[in-house]
């Protein structure tokens, strides 16, 4: 098998695809979008009617004298424009909680969906990416949403209708006068969206840009201490300023586009007014047209403007809201690297019967970890492997839990290729002690719950005993209840690694899987774990990966690695004996000096250290 960096394979989604995703989460409210189209029409046939009456009232003033009956029908007709404007404002209402209902709901789901679609991705997929970029994607894709549904609902349908109200209306008035707006709109809107469709690319590259500036801001912040500790202030600063500059040139860019735009709207403004009040003069002058049809002309030509104009605007707001869901499209249309075969069913351990059949796999093309490698680990017994860095030691555990796939063979559990059962099942099979360990912002209580959701806080209090974490967390002010800070950061290394080993004690998998689980210990509390540690192995298949050889003395069998194959295999004093990688690896840790007799535990153990 190949890993790639997942980033670099998927482009950037097409309009219709970003769209399609939306619509399957907007689809099931349909009630509410109706409601909120609804009153979208009714608020734009008040605005319609409204310059009717408005026609009549002027038209009443130009021709009647100031007397009490021409005042009487004066506040008749302002009695119904008041009415249409009360209509309007009461549909407005009704639109706004329509559009509430329905984008929050909408904004719920998509936000689920992105969260549940990103768990579910390759532990390749978070380590080609920032945490940091990914972040920012999930909270752009609900927000892109909110934009483009209120541009839709509140912006293009119902500057649609207003337009196509405001076209006929003028038209039964004069065809010219409709002829005139119908032909400067259409122009005045096919102008908009074919400069907007150009500036999207520079729009694009802003929105990719925007998000390199969040994810090395959230890298540098994350390794704040590392660059403390270093004395990379100034470096990181030179990578974040080159960032933020190349963010403020493509926005500008950006700007300059939609300067050009600006410029072409205000020549059409000045067009489509100039050219119906022309013709609006010509028919007066015929007797055709009275002075309240020129304040219905304004009337709708000003609404018209103010919405073009706002179409403008949207068309902004919707393409750089397209830029942004895309970049989680992108996501949500790139195929999980470790998928779940079909019918795929719960793995079942008997015994914990490890076999690797014939194994390949390659992290890079150019990268070959292991081939033909094999290995049987019997049901119930104690494995540690050993070897120089790079031997492929992880890259077994790691295949195990199925965090990658093997490129050719098969490994199986009892009889079972993992490949084709459940990936939940397989990995609640397996209890996992990492070398450094990293814990959720929560509790010390719900991150040791963590290894069985379902357990109670007695069981809980009996894993911390048993890895001796109660100890230090008595101590703490608020105890259990304590919250650990993100990724654990406010407890040591050592206190992390006694709350990972409870976790394990807790979840009770009989396989478990210890990544040099005492490393972060000192000796005392490495003693300490120790003893819970052998507790926790009877009964269990035991895989360990050992750094210091001092700790694995006592396990069943010892395997040797080295160019991801097996070179010696056998107990301590059998590989001693041997001679070769072993012997060469336990002279360097024993600082030289191999005794001809097994030395004590304890001297082993600092010598080891």
Not at 161 to 173: E, K, S
Not at 372 to 377: A, C, P, S
Not at 431 to 454: A, C, W
Not at 460 to 473: D, G, N, Y
Request: charged share 20%; with cysteine.
């Amino acid at each position: 098998m190949t890993v790639h960096n997942d980033k670099k394979e998927k482009k950037m989604p097409g309009t219709g695809a970003i769209l399609r995703v939306y619509w399957q989460h907007a689809k099931k409210y349909r009630l509410s979008l109706v409601l909120a189209l609804l009153g979208s029409a009714l608020i734009q046939v008040g605005m319609l009617a409204a310059p009717l009456y408005l026609k009549q009232f002027f038209n009443l003033l130009a021709v009647s004298k100031p007397d009490a009956q021409t005042a009487s029908k004066l506040i008749s007709i302002l009695a119904v424009v008041t009415a249409l404007w009360l209509f309007e404002w009461a549909m407005r209402r009704l639109q706004e909680w329509a559009v509430m209902r329905f984008e929050t709901y909408a904004m719920r789901d998509l936000s689920e969906s992105a969260f549940n679609y990103l768990l579910d991705h390759s532990y390749n997929f978070f380590t080609s990416n920032f945490a940091g970029s990914i972040t920012h994607k999930v909270s752009k894709f609900s927000r892109s949403f909110e934009r483009l549904a209120d541009a839709m609902i509140f912006q293009f349908f119902a500057t649609f209708l207003f337009v196509l109200g405001a076209i006929v209306v003028l038209y039964l008035r004069h065809p010219a006068l409709g002829i005139a707006l119908a032909i400067g709109s259409i122009a005045f809107i096919w102008f908009q969206v074919v400069m907007a469709r150009w500036r999207q690319h520079y729009r694009i590259a802003a929105s990719e840009a925007d998000t390199r500036v969040t994810a090395t801001l959230a890298d540098a912040i994350g390794n704040q201490s590392t660059i403390a500790l270093f004395a990379a202030g100034e470096f990181e600063r030179k990578i974040f300023t080159t960032v933020v500059n190349d963010w403020r040139k493509l926005t500008a860019a950006l700007w300059v586009a939609d300067g050009w735009i600006w410029t072409g709207i205000g020549f059409f403004m000045v067009v489509i007014e100039t050219a119906l009040l022309y013709i609006a003069i010509h028919y007066w002058q015929l007797g055709l047209l009275t002075i309240g049809d020129f304040v219905l002309i304004q009337a709708y030509l000003m609404t018209t403007f103010d919405r073009l104009i706002s179409i403008n605007r949207e068309l902004r707001g919707f393409f750089s809201a397209l830029a942004d869901g895309g970049e989680m499209v992108a996501i949500l249309e790139l195929p999980h690297e470790i998928q779940d075969v079909a019918k795929a069913k719960k793995l079942k351990v008997a015994t914990g019967e490890i076999v690797f059949r014939d194994v390949g796999f390659n992290f890079h093309s150019e990268k070959k970890i292991l081939e033909h490698f094999d290995l049987k680990v019997v049901g119930g017994e104690r494995v540690a492997l050993v070897g120089p860095s790079g031997a492929g030691k992880s890259t077994i555990t790691k295949l195990l839990l199925r965090l990658f796939d093997v490129g050719s063979g098969a490994i199986e559990i009892d009889g079972q290729n993992i490949a084709k059962v459940t990936q939940e099942s397989l990995r609640n099979a397996i209890s996992f002690v990492p070398q450094e360990p990293v814990l959720f912002h929560r509790t010390l209580m719900d991150n040791i719950r963590y290894g069985k959701r379902d357990a109670t806080d007695a069981e809980v209090l009996e894993a911390a005993k048993k890895a001796h974490c109660h100890e230090f967390i008595s101590g703490l002010a608020e105890g259990y209840e304590t919250f650990v800070g993100e990724r654990g950061i406010k407890l040591s290394g050592g206190e992390r690694q006694r709350v990972a080993i409870a976790r394990a004690i807790l979840k009770n998998s009989p396989i478990l899987v210890l990544d040099e689980a005492t490393s972060s210990l000192d000796s005392e509390s490495e003693s300490l774990i120790q003893d819970a540690l052998a507790t926790l192995m009877q009964g269990k298949t035991v895989i360990v990966i050992a750094h210091r050889l001092s700790t694995i003395m006592k396990m069943d069998r010892i395997v040797v690695l080295e160019g991801g194959r097996v070179v010696a295999s056998g107990t301590h004093d059998e590989l001693l004996a041997h001679g070769g990688l072993y012997h060469k690896l336990w002279s360097i840790q024993a600082g030289g000096f191999i005794a001809d007799t097994e030395p004590d535990e304890s001297g082993l153990a600092e010598q080891g250290e």
